[in-house]
């Protein structure tokens, strides 16, 4: 099938983000979208240092963006250029000559989001902005596409790292705003300017577009409500924690009888929350909608590849989408049914993961060694262990071992031998542990 | 616009759910759709009941689920019966007949998925099948949609809802299984015969389909590890609870190098991680992508409506899908042009939320009436209060109040005469609060 050209304006971290994951899953990607998605042309500020990073693979580089919205071979623009100018003039002139759009651009869309869907709707063309909002979170679908069904109702996320970065560390280490801005300055996670950040100026245009696609109205963003978090003290964060409550940068919009509520603030939530618990530069969105309830979605919110997630994710869709025969609707199985694989399942035995072990023991010596040599010979290392004094009146004590990654073949082995040991009594409990880190 | 026609099969739990959706939310979903969507058919087994609780609105009900299958009326057939037959021979024959299937069935696609997408295949035909894992969480979308950029590295999710209460029950309250397992079942989060949730079947069916969209094989429910929780005792719930663990059943879908790893089982996991802190019949899917990196998602597992938001979605999809013209693509803003919402965005002052006020006094009688009588006059409640000790050599304390809900403009009134009080020094700090319950 004939592949899809791609022309990306921007090759900054997440152009250069886009180009790399389609580049290192292109098989896969190929896999799922029935056809190749491959970016022919790149607009850059300095073409010889794209040349050099980025060059080869047909990839034709240029500083001119005008250059990549009229050629005649691209499909789809990708606009990561950032900020409204010359973002916006190129995307209506992509429009213009009839290409998909996909934009990573939270201020255009937010500010001239009406304009731009407008000129697309008016010639048949779609803009996807998934990467948006949240990063790789694929919030934007989950909300336009899978909670088709309920009136959304409120719409409550942290989304902006940056200043969940700030708001984690004042929290955790009892620091003022100003060190522990300096402190992410210093990482990277906050700008020269912060400004945009920690006002809540970048949260507010997102907020702007969940507004929109949660309730169905136009970006207002000029009607956003926005307070930052740079008059937040740290006696503010204790003060919240010993009533029962953390403090996140919240952006919040809601239904109500009266109109909707469009506001960007700190926000105290009881800390038993799952979104509470969002540390770091993570991002969460929840959303309550009337039939499904309460949703999270939770992951990171910037970065090259996540951001690039959402971006080849939109590149996929819009494939999928701009051509309307059936061989291009999403597959059953995520992947072309010509294109499964046939990995096989492993068997058990076969598994690597970590364990719980239980054993009882008689509490008397060389008890222990006997258990570890055991496990020393099958391989298997013990992360740790827990000894329990024995009950009043019992000859018996519990010990627990945790140990690190092992094929469970041996664990089985080490298991058999173990409760073989005259000194061990009764079955060795045994439960897989995963870090999912 | 055409309206699509929707036969049920099934009028229970979630086939009333679906009904109740549908009928309730007609207009936001056809502003998103940009057609209605109306179930003109549905087969019982009790037409009589059906009649009373569901007739009217021009549905037809039957006891024949043939009769739904092969009316040309229908566009669409909704598969809510369960199990395994008449449910496969129902679907394969909607099929043969040229008719979209939606089905919240997971043992039906774990076991003949394979089958069936080869017939809906050979007919150009869509099966769509979101409410078969995580209820209202829109996880085989993000998944096979969302996340289309990632070399998706491993799944791992609580996928049944009555083990999760069970374990948060065992954990909470320090019970044994059998006991909590009697409560679920008086609470009617557990059948009578609970085999097939706490033995983990439950859990399989669903993780067979994660693996198979998130890896591209096959439906190999055959080969999936299944170990339920019925022999974990409290005991081991508390050692691993001192060692920093919970214990959650999880299905963990894994790519190694030698193959794929497919396992239910209880399975410790760090107490700090988002998902071990997910409790009750709640869900939770994480997705690791080697682009995105960890995703979650998180939501109602079960229950009439979340089920009937996620069948909804599917029905929106296929109606959106099974129609090549631009119109019934996925509207930018989530709901069709023409049918854009111009509800106001409210002033701050207009917002009623709760808050959290501080303000720093001189320690002297009265200061407290003064204060609560200001917010008493302004209708203002109070939810908590603390007052601090006056630190070594101050005369000030610090009182921190939070607020129930009520109009911004009447907490800003209050401030401003609190902050008159002579016996109030410096301005009186406002955070937001928001339950997010």
Redo the contacts between chains.
């Keep these: 099938m004939k592949p899809i050209n791609v022309g990306l304006l921007g090759l900054g971290t997440v152009g250069g ?1 886009t180009l790399t ?2 580049r ?2 292109a098989r ?2 190929t ?3 029935g056809r190749e998605i491959r970016v022919t042309m790149a607009a850059v500020r300095n073409v010889e240092r794209a040349r050099q990073q980025y060059g080869g693979q047909g990839l034709v580089i240029t500083d001119d963006g005008g250059a990549v919205v009229n050629h005649p071979d691209i499909d789809i623009v990708v606009e990561l250029i950032g900020g409204l100018e010359p973002a916006r003039t190129l995307v209506l002139q992509a429009i213009a000559n009839g290409k998909h759009v996909v934009t990573a651009n939270k201020a255009l869309i937010a500010k001239h ?1 009406n304009e731009i ?2 000129a ?2 008016d010639k ?1 063309i ?2 996807a902005f ?1 990467a948006a909002v949240g ?4 919030i934007i ?11 959304i109702e409120w719409v ?1 996320g942290i989304i902006n790292g940056t200043t969940n970065f700030i708001l984690s560390e004042m929290r955790d280490k009892g620091l003022p705003f100003d060190q522990v801005l300096a402190e992410a300055q210093r990482l990277g996670y906050a700008e020269a300017d912060p400004t945009f950040d920690i006002e809540g100026i970048d949260a507010a245009h997102k907020l702007t577009i969940l507004s ?7 970006m ?1 963003f000029d ?3 926005t307070e930052g978090i740079s008059k ?2 740290k ?2 964060i204790r ?2 924690e ?2 029962g ?1 953390r ?1 996140k940068l ?1 952006g ?1 919009t809601k ?2 009888d ?6 960007v ?6 800390a038993r ?3 509470a ?2 540390e770091g530069v993570m991002n ?1 969105v ?1 959303v309550k ?12 919110g910037a970065g090259a ?2 951001t ?6 939109d590149l ?2 819009v494939t999928r ?1 701009a051509t ?3 061989e291009n ?7 072309q ?1 010509d ?8 068997p ?1 035995g ?3 993961t ?1 364990y ?1 072990l ?1 054993m009882r023991a008689y509490d008397r010596p060389g008890v222990l060694a006997d258990i570890t040599r055991i496990l020393a010979d099958l391989g298997i290392s013990i992360d ?1 262990m ?1 000894q329990k004094e024995p009950l009043e009146g019992q000859e018996q004590v ?1 010990i ?1 071992m ?1 140990t690190h990654d092992t094929l469970e073949k041996h664990v089985l082995a080490a298991i058999e031998r173990i409760e073989a040991l005259a000194s061990v009594s009764g079955p060795v ?1 045994k ?6 880190g």
Tied chains: 1, 2.
């Design positions: 983000g994951v389609l290192r899953n896969e990607i896999r799922r979208a989001g869907f407008a697309a709707q048949g779609m803009v998934e990063g790789g979170i694929p679908k989950a909300i336009r596409e899978g909670l088709t069904a309920n009136r409550a929109a696609i949660a309730f169905g109205i136009p207002q009607k956003a409500y937040l003290t006696e503010d003060y919240a010993e009533l409550y403090i919240l919040i239904r109500t009266q109109g909707i509520e469009l506001r603030h700190p926000t105290l939530i009881p929350r799952l979104i618990n969002v969460a929840l909608g009337d039939a499904v309830g309460a949703t999270l979605y939770y992951g990171r590849e996540p690039a997630s959402a971006v080849v994710a996929v869709d989408m309307a025969d059936p609707r999403v597959p059953h199985l995520a992947f049914p294109a499964l694989s046939n990995e096989p399942i492993l058990m076969e598994v690597r970590s719980y239980r740790a827990i519990d627990i945790l409990v439960l897989r542990l995963e870090h999912l």
